[in-house]
């Protein structure tokens, strides 16, 4: 079992652009976006839709999706944003940030997925079951004191586990990603396979009534029968907001 620290960017987002756990914005990513002050929304800025679009190198723009919407400069506006973006999600404008964060986390509408696999391979299941959320305030740009930034550094409030099935080559005496592995089961969710073999699902922090659980099948390598069940099991069993958790899994069939 092997335990990364916190990643700001974990998260693989169509179209696909990662380098290992790290991943930024694409064009089409959508955030929710909330303006507050004096415990009220501010302009109607309430879960507005910002859609990324992305520019040379790692510049982008997010534009309202209503053209109409302009998000004005006040002093002592707070503003929280999550993503991914979901309609009718609603918070309560006179309670502390921390507490609306704590709401958001709490969403029904903003939980991982029970199945993030994609029939066609893709990664949409597994990005909708990432939330993140940021807040912040605009401050003076550096460069120019008569702009406003606003700096938004969104965090994972989900954690995410990577099963990684290993397949043994006798003739090497070495092993390997199991391309063969299917049907994974990880801690009850159905995981999304990766392009390098490995398997990802991103679940509620916690402590859990058990460790990184699962099984998944695989071919021996030497019989033409149906695929074997191989079982897994981990040691950890709490989990943490931002953490990455991986677990090798070594087959047992040693003909491969």
């Keep these: 079992m092997k335990t990364c620290p916190p990643a700001k960017n974990f998260r693989h987002v169509p179209p696909p652009n990662e380098d290992g756990l790290n991943t930024s914005f694409q064009t089409g990513d959508a955030i929710g976006l909330f303006a507050i002050k004096d415990n009220a929304i501010v302009d ?7 859609t990324y679009s992305k ?7 997010w ?8 998000l004005y400069y006040y002093a002592g506006v707070t503003y ?5 973006y979901k309609n009718g999600i609603t918070i309560t404008p006179s309670q502390a940030t921390n507490a609306i964060i704590a709401s958001l986390v709490a969403n029904s509408s903003l939980q991982p997925l029970t199945d993030q696999s994609s029939a ?8 909708a079951s990432d939330l993140m959320i940021a807040s912040g305030s605009p ?10 930034i606003l700096n938004l550094d969104f965090k994972h409030q989900f954690a995410l586990l990577v099963l990684k099935p290993q397949t043994y080559s006798a003739a090497t005496n070495t092993t390997s990603m199991d391309m063969n592995a299917c049907d994974v ?3 009850s969710y159905t995981p999304c396979r990766m392009a390098d073999g490995s398997f990802r699902v991103i679940i509620v922090p916690g402590k859990t009534s058990a ?6 099948k695989t071919s021996d390598g030497i019989t033409t029968a149906a695929n074997k069940t191989i079982v897994f099991s981990g040691n950890e069993s709490s989990f943490a907001a931002g953490y990455c958790y991986t677990l090798e899994v070594k087959s047992i069939f040693k003909g491969k």
């Design 44 to 50: 109607g800025i309430n879960n507005t839709r910002l």
């Design 55 to 61: 520019a040379s190198g790692s510049i982008g723009t």
């Design 63 to 70: 534009t309202p999706a209503d053209a109409s919407t302009i």
């Design 80 to 84: 929280i944003a999550y993503y991914p």
């Design 120 to 127: 066609d391979g893709g990664l949409a299941n597994y990005t």
């Design 139 to 148: 401050s003076a740009d550096a460069d120019n004191p008569a702009k406003q």
């Design 185 to 187: 089961i990880l801690n």
């Design 211 to 216: 460790p990184i659980t699962g099984e998944y």
